[in-house]
């Protein structure tokens, strides 16, 4: 989040006491100013863009959608673990089904208004209108077939569920503006299609402008290793103008070529089985959840698992939101009638019973809980360990540095390292501290963090910590690739890794003479000890790092306090503490 003039860029949902910083306002006068406009929420409350971008416009700002400016190189990927579950599928009952397709692109380059072109035109008349119900995705017929779209345009998205082990897209439609070229975000799109290994049709928006350069958009693709088929390569460029409503149906016939291409199979008959595409809690119907069938049929009745939620199904509903019994391979439908709000990217299946449905979710809570517990970091002893066993051939690796000028030779020395039996690959390079779409992407790609003269910001540690990424930080190049170099050889020293062992929300300060202020808090996980370190964290800010000066439990000094228990705590030589900073205790740990 930063500011540019009187502009302001703002991610996708926001905490109302961060909105209240940016803004240099208090968190009550936003609060007010969200009920002036009919929306009631808390200061922990999370507002979407819009509504935020209402509130910033009455104090004189202007919102833009926060840019991850993320230079990708390329990256390996997985085969989806939905396909693995169906591998078993007797080749000789599977069936073609209508391809799966979701679009990505730069923010700006046009991709909710192709969909929205794409759904008007290739709807039928009179249905496109009357969508009551949304259910993030939607069917279009072209020449007598279906194509199936995931009206959840976004990279991050797309890599968050591919972090789940869940592939929803058979496609990806890549949107580039004519008159923009190439941007940070579509190659960064790029990366996350190729990680997928997702066929890329290219739709070169906004061909009518008049400053409309197709010739260079070419060339910047080319030089991203997605050259045109009308220059000797693969990938398929349509022109398209959403705005003018043209080239739509070109853009859709080349995701039936690139279909016949690609197998696009499934068996109606088999398990039934797929990827819920979005999830929340309706206040009249209760749980409503998007599924896609990508194996077997699904019909109301069936008991469906969904991650750690289940239940029968009492109602389905497609994308009209009209009724339907049953939903066979690449059908998106709404469903009601499971337990529990499951996570986009949470495969689901069908099940016999309601005791087994028990039993699945019960052992996963369980293994989730043993997980968490021990879940060991993802390091470069690990991934040296894992190539002995034959289970990895090359180092994956993100860097982030300070300046390009740092960037450049990083990269130059840490390429020349993978000439030997491990292959080292860089998969995303760029300037800037390291942040949770970083984190996200090693999740997703088995990769490690490397970071130079720049820091973790907090969100990015807190999501490192749950998705059990290694994130690194250097301050001299020659430290960082001797690092890398003593892995790949198998000599690399145990290191001192961070565990974060608790955290507490300061609840009042209170002025102490001769001593400064003391926090009074309430520890809300995990527990406090006197002789860890801590950090203070207000909002996304880290304002504080050092360690405790003392610790008490009514007025008694303790050398811990554990969740559900008040206690007062001074940090060493800094009193510039608030209500609501939030006090993460961690200790350093030697690595095995």
Not at 403 to 428: A, D, H, N
Not at 455 to 477: F, P, W
Not at 565 to 578: A, Q, S, T, Y
């Amino acid at each position: 989040m930063s500011e540019n003039g009187n502009k302001i860029e703002l991610p996708a949902n926001i905490v109302i006491r961060d909105l209240a910083q940016i803004v240099d306002q208090s968190p009550i006068d936003i609060i007010k100013k969200l009920m002036s406009n009919g929306v009631m929420a808390t200061i922990n409350q999370a507002v979407d863009f819009d509504t935020a971008a209402i509130v910033v416009a009455e104090y004189g700002y202007d919102a833009v959608p926060e840019v991850y400016e993320e230079e990708v190189k390329e990256e390996t990927g997985e085969i989806p673990l939905w396909r693995q579950l169906i591998a078993d599928e007797d080749q000789s009952n599977l069936v073609e089904r209508a391809p799966v397709v979701t679009i990505l692109g730069h923010v700006d380059h046009g991709k909710t208004s192709l969909l929205d072109a794409i759904r008007e035109t290739n709807v039928a008349a009179g249905e496109a209108g009357g969508i009551t119900q949304h259910i993030s995705a939607y069917q279009v017929e072209m020449k007598g077939r279906t194509i199936s779209f995931l009206d959840t345009p976004g990279h991050a998205a797309f890599t968050a569920m591919r972090a789940r082990g869940a592939q929803g897209a058979d496609i990806v439609i890549l949107v580039v503006a004519a008159d923009d070229g190439v941007m940070p975000q579509t190659k960064e799109a790029i990366a996350h299609a190729k990680a997928a290994r997702v066929p890329i049709v290219v739709a070169m928006n906004k061909i009518d402008k008049a400053n409309a350069n197709p010739d260079r958009v070419k060339q910047q693709l080319a030089e991203q290793e997605l050259v045109p088929d009308d220059w000797g390569g693969s990938i398929m460029v349509i022109p398209v103008s959403a705005k003018e409503k043209e080239g739509i149906d070109d853009l859709l016939e080349a995701v039936l070529l690139v279909t016949d291409n690609t197998d696009i199979r499934a068996n109606p008959d088999g398990r039934t089985i797929g990827t819920v595409i979005e999830a929340e809690v309706d206040k009249t119907k209760g749980t409503v959840v998007t599924l896609l069938v990508q194996n077997g049929t699904l019909q109301i009745g069936d008991i469906v698992v969904a991650g750690t939620a289940y239940g029968r199904l009492r109602a389905m509903f497609d994308f009209r939101g009209k009724p339907v019994k049953k939903a066979g391979p690449s059908t998106p439908v709404g469903v009601l009638g499971l337990n529990d709000v499951p996570s986009a990217g949470d495969l689901f299946q069908v099940v016999g019973s309601d005791k087994e449905a028990r039993d699945i979710v019960t052992g996963r809570q369980d293994a989730q809980k043993q997980r968490v517990q021990s879940k060991k970091k993802a390091s470069l002893e690990d991934l040296f360990a894992a190539f002995k066993a034959g289970e990895a051939k090359e180092l994956g690796l993100i860097i982030k540095a300070d300046v390009q000028g740092s960037l450049e030779p990083i990269i130059s020395e840490v390429e020349k390292l993978g000439k030997g039996e491990i292959g080292v690959k860089v998969l995303y390079a760029e300037t800037g501290n390291i942040g949770e779409n970083d984190v996200m992407l090693a999740s997703a790609s088995k990769a490690i963090v490397i970071g130079f003269s720049v820091q973790a910001d907090v969100a990015a540690r807190r999501l490192a910590e749950k998705e059990g990424i290694s994130i690194r930080l250097y301050d001299i190049i020659y430290r960082l690739t001797e690092d890398i170099e003593k892995a790949l050889k198998g000599m690399l020293e145990p290191v001192v890794t961070e565990k974060v062992i608790g955290r507490a929300e300061v609840m009042a300060v209170f002025p102490i003479s001769k001593v400064g202020k003391i926090a009074g808090c309430k520890v809300r996980e995990g527990e406090l000890r006197r002789n860890a370190k801590v950090r203070l964290i207000r909002g996304d800010d880290l304002v504080y790092e050092g360690e405790m000066s003392s610790l008490k439990h009514e007025k008694e000094d303790v050398r811990e306090v554990r969740t559900g228990f008040e206690c007062g705590v001074g940090l060493k030589n800094f009193h510039n503490i608030e209500v609501g900073d939030e006090i993460v205790c961690y200790v350093l740990e030697k690595s095995a």
